[in-house]
């Protein structure tokens, strides 16, 4: 395409003047816009006057100035017939003053089809003298055409075109009408015992899309009809809204796309196939699909659609639905479902959301060709649940039902986009309503409006969150997201992602949400699954908070019942309460003991450590807490060889311990995991030796800095220490004072 316009700067508010007047889009453009396409002649015959005597050269005017169809930035398409030396040098002159022409001249004075390629000779229909010659290379056009369109296609796998079309090569743009309207007269016999109403609308839609196309190229634009210039059409065009005058053009350039698909597949069937009998009921026309989804089969369902359903019960049409999608399904019926325009039909909110764009730089696709896209993603889960990476696992865990609930998720999920507010929550009550008519079981309606509901807040926890945080799994549990619902809800997050933009999906997507699945099936994720239900089945709710709070270590060696009973004793006490001792038959010589105190204060950690240093006790692990409404709740787990009831009796005691000097340690690292105003988080890793922990809780606590809560954990004979405290000073000061003391 030219890659600027022929008119001379002066000249583009005139043309928009032109163009603009009387101008109702899209009900009134046809004769503006033939105007302005005069008007943009002259414009040209004057520039190519400028050159020289331009007539002499014996032009013949091809392409879109042929059909009095010209844009500011069409190709200037000429055949010139008059002295090839003379040719040269005014094309020559022409490209030096800006006009890209697209001039040849014939081989052969008589046959101008002679060396040329297909698209030139298609270029000719409609000249007396060469319709005879290209009538005679109607099967090498209309293989040339067929090629050329699929290869188009082939770079979109898609059922309509891009969010931002393009309105000359783009799916249902004018290269597409052109094609087919050639095509109509190149092949007239067929077409002249067939419905002529097809034709009717290409030219309809032809009229719409070259108003726009010249509005763009005196926008200053290409062909793309961009998101900016959207909004600039809206109010230029004073259409109601930009989401409306989107839906009308996604509309009309899948209508193009349709009946020009027709049009191409009528001039390549054998004459004697084109005579069909239309279907007499929606079972037939779901029967003829079956076998043959064609596009001539699609025309034939598409133009009596509404006959077909009508005095059908919503009940009845929900049978038909299942016919239809359950069980596996080719990916051309699921296509041609959608072409014949038969899920609006069975499913009348889907009209409501035909067409519209959604620009949020991640949607690829109209909502409703969202939703067909989602449909095939669901087969090819399927069938190929490979491409899905480590997360195709879970479709071994699928029934057949599994797989009918992802479809009918894949019908309702986005089916609210476009009225405002929250379209999960919309989506779900519109699967209640239909599911309701169409008379399905209470378990599947469940399924599919939670699923519907809940669409979206998997990938938010896997992409925009930590998945291996307690706060995370613990707001899907609380969403229900468990079990069998997990694994579903887990596939359809990979398939609407694939579905929404083939590109969003990749290995780094599969694993994150992969590794999501694992954490909240782990030993450790059903434990807090446990405990969060066992407070919930005692409406205990000001404990949820308190387990989320807690080591997942203390979820493991208690049950909910106790530790539930634990944390509201220590609640409601009004004093310290005494120290707990558990002891494990698993792991014979360890403890776990519980310190509980009213009041946080500076120091206690400290002293507590001391304290358990003093009496020989060996810390193995320690999970320190300060729990709102609670106190000071921590978890030591201590190893020694005397009895659980002689450990309490010792901690009970109020005497002091007896004094010792803090043990001279080291450690192998001591690192600042993380700072803000609110704490820094400090890790000391090093060779286990007795009196780690207290040299670490002394350091601290001599750099006056109060502790928000530990980690502390031995894992052979390895130790990680792990400290949140409240700022206090300089943090690089404290870090290297921390390592002059301990790493040498």
Same mark, same amino acid.
């Given at each position: 395409?030219? !890659?600027?316009?022929?008119?001379?700067?002066?000249?583009?508010?005139?043309?928009?003047?032109?163009?603009?007047?009387?101008?109702?889009?899209?009900?009134?453009?046809?004769?503006?816009?033939?105007?302005?396409?005069?008007?943009?002649?002259?414009?040209?015959? &004057?520039?190519?006057?400028?050159?020289?005597?331009?007539?002499?050269?014996?032009?013949?005017?091809?392409?879109?100035?042929?059909?009095?169809?010209?844009?500011?930035?069409?190709?200037?398409? @000429?055949?010139?017939?008059?002295?090839?030396?003379?040719?040269?040098?005014?094309?020559?002159?022409?490209?030096?003053?800006?006009?890209?022409?697209?001039?040849?001249?014939?081989?052969?004075?008589?046959?101008?089809?002679?060396?040329?390629?297909? $698209?030139?000779? =298609?270029?000719?229909?409609?000249?007396?003298?060469?319709?005879?010659?290209?009538?005679?290379?109607?099967?090498?056009?209309?293989?040339?055409?067929?090629?050329?369109?699929?290869?188009?296609?082939?770079?979109?796998?898609?059922?309509?075109?891009?969010?931002?079309?393009?309105?000359?090569?783009?799916?249902?743009?004018?290269?597409?009408?052109?094609?087919?309207? &050639?095509?109509?007269?190149?092949?007239?016999?067929?077409?002249?015992?067939?419905?002529?109403?097809?034709?009717?609308?290409?030219?309809?839609?032809?009229?719409?899309?070259? $108003? @726009?196309?010249?509005?763009?190229?005196?926008?200053?634009?290409?062909?793309?009809?961009?998101?900016?210039?959207?909004?600039? $059409?809206?109010? !230029?065009?004073?259409?109601?809204?930009?989401?409306?005058?989107?839906?009308?053009?996604?509309?009309?350039?899948?209508?193009?796309?349709?009946?020009?698909?027709?049009?191409?597949?009528?001039?390549?069937?054998?004459?004697?196939?084109?005579?069909?009998?239309?279907?007499?009921?929606?079972?037939?026309?779901?029967?003829?699909?079956?076998?043959?989804?064609?596009?001539?089969?699609?025309?034939?369902?598409?133009?009596?659609?509404?006959?077909?359903?009508?005095?059908? +019960?919503?009940?009845?049409?929900?049978?038909?639905?299942?016919?239809?999608?359950?069980?596996?399904?080719?990916?051309?019926? !699921?296509?041609?479902?959608?072409?014949?325009?038969?899920?609006?039909?069975?499913?009348?909110?889907?009209?409501?959301?035909?067409?519209?764009?959604?620009?949020?730089?991640?949607?690829?696709? +109209?909502?409703?060709?969202?939703?067909?896209?989602?449909?095939?993603?669901?087969?090819?889960?399927?069938?190929?649940?490979?491409?899905?990476?480590?997360?195709?696992?879970?479709?071994?865990? @699928?029934?057949?039902?599994?797989?009918?609930?992802?479809?009918?998720?894949?019908?309702?999920?986005?089916?609210?986009?476009?009225?405002?507010?929250?379209?999960?929550?919309?989506?779900?009550?519109?699967?209640?309503?239909?599911?309701?008519?169409?008379?399905?079981?209470?378990?599947?309606?469940? #399924?599919?409006?939670?699923?519907?509901?809940?669409?979206?807040?998997?990938?938010?926890?896997?992409?925009?969150?930590?998945?291996?945080?307690?706060?995370?799994?613990?707001?899907?549990?609380?969403?229900?997201?468990?079990?069998?619902?997990?694994?579903?809800?887990?596939?359809?997050?990979?398939?609407?992602?694939?579905?929404?933009?083939?590109?969003?999906?990749?290995?780094?997507?599969?694993?994150?949400?992969?590794?999501?699945?694992?954490?909240?099936?782990?030993?450790?994720?059903?434990?807090?699954?446990?405990?969060?239900?066992?407070?919930?089945?005692?409406?205990?709710?000001?404990?949820?908070?308190?387990?989320?709070?807690?080591?997942?270590?203390?979820?493991?060696?208690? +049950?909910?019942?106790?530790?539930?009973?634990?944390?509201?004793?220590?609640?409601?006490?009004?004093?310290?309460?005494?120290?707990?001792?558990?002891?494990?038959?698993? +792991?014979?010589?360890?403890?776990?003991?519980?310190?509980?105190?009213?009041?946080?204060?500076?120091?206690?950690?400290?002293?507590?450590?001391?304290?358990?240093?003093? =009496?020989?006790?060996?810390?193995?692990?320690?999970?320190?807490?300060?729990?709102?409404?609670?106190?000071?709740?921590?978890?030591?787990?201590?190893?020694?060889?005397?009895?659980?009831?002689?450990?309490?009796?010792?901690?009970?005691?109020?005497?002091?311990?007896?004094?010792?000097?803090?043990?001279?340690?080291?450690?192998?690292?001591?690192?600042?995991?993380?700072?803000?105003?609110?704490?820094?988080?400090?890790?000391?890793?090093?060779?286990?030796?007795?009196?780690?922990? =207290?040299?670490?809780?002394?350091?601290?606590?001599?750099?006056?800095?109060?502790?928000?809560?530990?980690?502390?954990?031995?894992?052979?004979?390895?130790?990680? #220490?792990?400290?949140?405290?409240?700022?206090?000073?300089?943090?690089?000061?404290?870090?290297?004072?921390?390592?002059?003391?301990?790493?040498?």
């Amino acid at each position: 395409m030219a !890659i600027r316009s022929f008119l001379l700067e002066e000249e583009i508010q005139e043309g928009r003047r032109i163009l603009l007047t009387d101008s109702r889009f899209p009900e009134n453009v046809q004769q503006s816009r033939r105007r302005f396409s005069q008007w943009l002649e002259g414009r040209l015959k &004057a520039r190519l006057s400028e050159i020289g005597n331009f007539e002499e050269l014996k032009p013949l005017a091809l392409g879109s100035w042929s059909r009095g169809e010209l844009c500011p930035k069409s190709d200037i398409d @000429l055949l010139l017939l008059g002295d090839e030396k003379k040719v040269e040098a005014f094309v020559r002159e022409a490209f030096k003053r800006g006009l890209k022409l697209r001039a040849r001249t014939p081989e052969d004075p008589k046959d101008w089809t002679v060396g040329v390629e297909p $698209f030139d000779i =298609l270029a000719l229909l409609g000249i007396e003298s060469q319709d005879e010659r290209v009538r005679k290379n109607a099967r090498r056009i209309l293989s040339a055409v067929r090629k050329e369109r699929e290869e188009r296609r082939r770079r979109q796998d898609s059922v309509t075109a891009y969010l931002e079309p393009n309105l000359k090569f783009g799916v249902g743009g004018l290269r597409d009408i052109e094609q087919a309207m &050639a095509l109509g007269r190149l092949f007239a016999r067929r077409f002249e015992k067939l419905d002529p109403y097809p034709f009717q609308v290409l030219a309809t839609i032809k009229e719409e899309l070259l $108003f @726009l196309r010249a509005l763009l190229h005196l926008q200053g634009s290409g062909d793309i009809l961009t998101a900016t210039d959207q909004l600039e $059409f809206t109010k !230029i065009l004073q259409q109601s809204s930009h989401a409306e005058f989107m839906k009308f053009i996604q509309s009309e350039l899948e209508r193009a796309s349709f009946y020009g698909d027709w049009v191409v597949a009528v001039c390549s069937t054998p004459e004697k196939n084109l005579v069909r009998r239309q279907p007499e009921s929606m079972s037939s026309a779901l029967q003829r699909l079956e076998t043959d989804p064609s596009i001539l089969t699609q025309f034939e369902i598409r133009r009596r659609v509404r006959d077909l359903s009508q005095g059908l +019960t919503p009940f009845e049409i929900g049978k038909v639905v299942h016919k239809a999608l359950s069980g596996l399904k080719s990916d051309a019926l !699921i296509v041609a479902l959608y072409r014949t325009r038969l899920l609006e039909v069975w499913i009348p909110d889907f009209q409501l959301i035909r067409g519209l764009v959604q620009h949020d730089h991640y949607h690829r696709f +109209t909502a409703d060709a969202h939703l067909v896209q989602t449909l095939r993603e669901v087969e090819r889960a399927r069938t190929r649940s490979r491409s899905l990476g480590r997360l195709g696992r879970l479709t071994r865990e @699928l029934s057949a039902t599994d797989w009918w609930i992802l479809k009918l998720t894949a019908l309702f999920h986005d089916l609210a986009k476009g009225r405002g507010g929250d379209h999960s929550t919309k989506g779900a009550e519109l699967v209640h309503q239909y599911l309701s008519e169409w008379n399905y079981p209470e378990a599947i309606k469940e #399924d599919v409006s939670w699923l519907v509901a809940n669409h979206l807040i998997l990938s938010s926890a896997a992409f925009r969150q930590n998945p291996q945080a307690e706060s995370t799994w613990k707001r899907l549990f609380e969403r229900g997201v468990e079990g069998r619902r997990l694994a579903l809800l887990a596939l359809f997050t990979a398939i609407d992602i694939r579905a929404t933009n083939p590109e969003a999906w990749n290995e780094w997507k599969s694993q994150l949400l992969w590794q999501l699945v694992e954490n909240l099936r782990s030993k450790r994720a059903m434990k807090l699954q446990g405990h969060l239900r066992y407070v919930r089945r005692h409406n205990a709710v000001e404990a949820v908070d308190w387990i989320l709070n807690l080591d997942p270590a203390i979820l493991e060696i208690l +049950t909910p019942k106790v530790l539930l009973e634990d944390l509201h004793e220590a609640a409601t006490s009004q004093t310290d309460l005494p120290v707990r001792v558990i002891s494990r038959v698993k +792991t014979k010589g360890r403890f776990w003991v519980r310190i509980h105190r009213k009041r946080d204060e500076p120091g206690i950690f400290l002293d507590l450590v001391s304290r358990f240093f003093g =009496l020989g006790l060996s810390i193995q692990t320690a999970c320190v807490h300060t729990l709102s409404g609670v106190g000071v709740y921590d978890w030591f787990c201590v190893r020694n060889e005397k009895s659980a009831r002689q450990i309490a009796l010792w901690l009970n005691q109020s005497n002091p311990p007896k004094p010792f000097v803090v043990p001279d340690v080291t450690f192998q690292t001591v690192e600042l995991v993380a700072e803000d105003e609110n704490e820094w988080i400090f890790s000391f890793r090093g060779k286990d030796t007795r009196g780690l922990l =207290l040299a670490a809780a002394d350091a601290l606590a001599n750099q006056g800095l109060s502790l928000n809560w530990a980690r502390a954990h031995t894992w052979g004979q390895q130790v990680d #220490d792990i400290f949140s405290v409240r700022p206090l000073g300089e943090v690089n000061e404290v870090l290297q004072s921390l390592k002059n003391r301990f790493v040498t």
